[in-house]
């Protein structure tokens, strides 16, 4: 997990696991969670998790495959078998920890993070996405103008990029949701975000475009380019 840039808590049976998740109320990108332990087994612990704290992902770990239905109805989100090769279970970790974004207008600036889905059914919404290339955006501004938009999964970097390292008060990118493509038009500080709905032709220009902008846009900018 160190290896992979992961800091972790690590319990030695189901009734830690509940403590940490209670503890820190799920605050997690990810459980690796052993099904057979001492006290309280994977399972237990599970049903239990599920109950009491907001969502996060848990993988259901064992060297018995006969647990596999359990763990899915206890609500895991995955399975896998030991011995598990490491890049099948950085793959299945990676695939299990997609979040959305959230940019935040502010009079004095902006705010761009990730957050956790709300629940599993959100969270398959978000990998679907994620398989395509994708990520969801919310864009919240000043009072109640708030909108959701379906993006390439590089156009945060390419957010952040425009308004932090190039210091530009407008980012303009395609909102790729199948019922409303458009082109967006966001202000660092400003709402409501004006957009252009686009007709297919033009959008599969600005598509293929944008498309090849973005391969230079693979990492988040935190702060200003030196002049």
């Not at 990998?127 to 959701?148: F, S, V, Y």
Request: hydrophobic letters at 35%; aromatic letters at 10%.
């Amino acid at each position: 997990m160190e290896h992979w840039g992961y800091s972790y808590d690590l319990a030695s049976n189901g009734e830690e696991a509940v403590e940490y998740a209670k503890r820190n109320n799920g605050k997690y990108d990810l459980c690796l969670m052993d099904v057979e332990m001492p006290k309280m087994n994977g399972v237990e612990a599970t049903k239990i998790i599920r109950k009491i704290v907001n969502y996060f992902p848990i993988i259901g770990y064992t060297a018995n495959d006969s647990f596999k239905r359990a763990c899915y109805e206890a609500g895991m989100d995955d399975f896998a078998v030991k011995p598990c090769l490491p890049e099948e279970l950085f793959a299945k970790i990676n695939a299990l920890t997609v979040k959305l974004y959230n940019f935040i207008a502010k009079p004095c600036g902006f705010g761009l993070n990730e957050v956790m889905p709300v629940d599993k059914k959100h969270a398959e919404e978000l990998r679907e996405l994620a398989e395509q290339g994708l990520c969801k955006m919310n864009i919240r501004g000043i009072g109640e103008h708030d909108l959701t938009v379906v993006v390439h999964k590089n156009v945060p970097y390419k957010i952040s990029n425009d308004f932090v390292g190039n210091g530009d008060e407008v980012s303009v990118f395609l909102d790729r949701s199948s019922d409303r493509p458009a082109e967006c038009h966001l202000y660092k500080s400003s709402f409501p975000m004006p957009t252009i709905y686009l007709k297919d032709d033009a959008f599969t220009e600005k598509l293929e475009a944008e498309n090849e902008l973005l391969k230079e846009c693979i990492s988040m900018v935190v702060k200003p380019n030196k002049k």
